[in-house]
């Protein structure tokens, strides 16, 4: 197939072209044959790029555009990496579509202590984080808790931090690393080859978007709760969730936290490009022992202390005491490019008991939760 020649001279021209041909005909996907997985895949090692809407691809050879057609699904192998940025590409080898990855900068350090307490506090030798940032844990040997989760950083000292709301399991051993979260950036730029996103420096690799590895090396993550395969093509709009299942739990403190204290309330997207939004809803259940008391619901961006700036946040004086509320809060906000965490938070009045409900035994009729919708 000869694409025709008002085809022929937007590409001359670096115009992008809109069109079914012009747009290549897959998504990226952690399972194989399945463009749009309909279930939750953690610990997956292989990206896949099967068919969505069309076999066809245009690629540059490195002096014009050249339309392939994708006989078989191209895969790659997840980056033996952990807890880092990578991007895909597609190129044409010898006439056959093939897929490659490029890992992004990283900021890591060797962990020589894990207290066997709670909270978990970390030692490692000039660290340089700061408090409120976020780190990837992997590696210890002993007192295995943190592995495997991101967590926000507090009380920072020169070679100390806490990990907040974790607890340790054991006595520390051996290893570990911590993998620094904020502001992950590209080794190589992004750049624009006739019209479509390729590798700056080398236009015969075209972009098809990014992921993130997660606590195992060469693993990547598309749940619910963690969407780090991030489609630049046919994106379409993908549930994100989180629910709080214990029955309920009592707080009296008038500072925010992460519901019921736990670092699990926790919505966690990688994106490549920042160029869309998310939509995010809290819906929670709360009393309190004493009337004209406040129960609150919030949603944090980056952050497990504070709401997001913008939000429509839910909050509840109670007017008679133990008379449970429905609390909801909104949000409506645009990640950065790289990591973003997305935090369910709660408040309590302060001088009364706030008393909370997850699914309050009854998860058929009631659950609490913070949900929405991005694309990817």
């Not at 790659?76 to 990578?86: D, K, L, M, N």
């Not at 936290?257 to 919505?267: A, L, Y």
């Amino acid at each position: 197939m000869q694409p025709s020649t008002s085809l022929l001279h937007a590409l001359d021209f670096g115009e992008r072209i809109e069109s079914s041909v012009s747009t290549p005909g897959g998504r990226l996907s952690l399972a194989t044959g399945t463009p749009i997985p309909t279930s939750d895949l953690t610990g997956i090692s292989t990206i896949y790029y099967p068919y969505f809407h069309g076999d066809r691809i245009w690629l540059y050879d490195g002096s014009r555009l050249v339309l392939r057609t994708i006989a078989s699904e191209p895969s790659v192998a997840v980056p033996s990496t952990i807890f880092r940025g990578f991007d895909v590409w597609m190129y044409d080898n010898a006439g056959t579509p093939a897929l490659e990855t490029l890992d992004w900068n990283q900021t890591t350090a060797a962990i020589t202590n894990a207290t066997n307490a709670t909270p978990i506090v970390i030692t490692s030798n000039g660290h340089g984080l700061a408090n409120g940032n976020q780190v990837g844990i992997a590696g210890i040997v002993g007192n295995t808790a943190p592995n495997g989760k991101i967590w926000f950083v507090r009380n920072v000292a020169a070679n100390t931090f806490e990990l907040e709301n974790s607890a340790g399991n054991g006595a520390y051993v051996s290893g570990g690393n911590w993998y620094k979260m904020n502001g992950l950036t590209r080794a190589t730029a992004l750049a624009y080859q006739n019209g479509f996103l390729s590798k700056s420096g080398d236009a015969t690799r075209l972009y098809l978007g990014s992921g993130c590895t997660i606590g195992t090396s060469g693993q990547c993550d598309d749940a619910v709760g963690r969407r780090f395969l991030d489609n630049y093509y046919h994106r379409i709009r993908r549930a994100v969730r989180v629910i709080e299942p214990t029955d309920s739990w009592n707080y009296s403190t008038a500072t925010i936290r992460m519901v019921n204290g736990s670092r699990e309330n926790i919505i966690e997207v990688f994106l490549g490009v920042a160029d869309r939004t998310i939509d995010l809803r809290a819906i929670h259940h709360g009393t309190n022992t004493t009337a004209g008391q406040a129960v609150t619901t919030l949603i944090g961006v980056n952050d497990s202390t504070a709401a997001a700036p913008g939000e429509l946040m839910g909050t509840v004086n109670v007017h008679s005491a133990g008379n449970l509320m429905v609390i909801v809060a909104e949000l409506c906000h645009a990640p950065a490019i790289g990591y973003t965490a997305y935090t369910w938070l709660e408040r309590a009045g302060g001088t009364a008991t706030g008393s909370f409900r997850g699914d309050a035994g009854i998860p058929t009729f009631m659950q609490s939760g913070l949900n929405g919708v991005i694309e990817n």
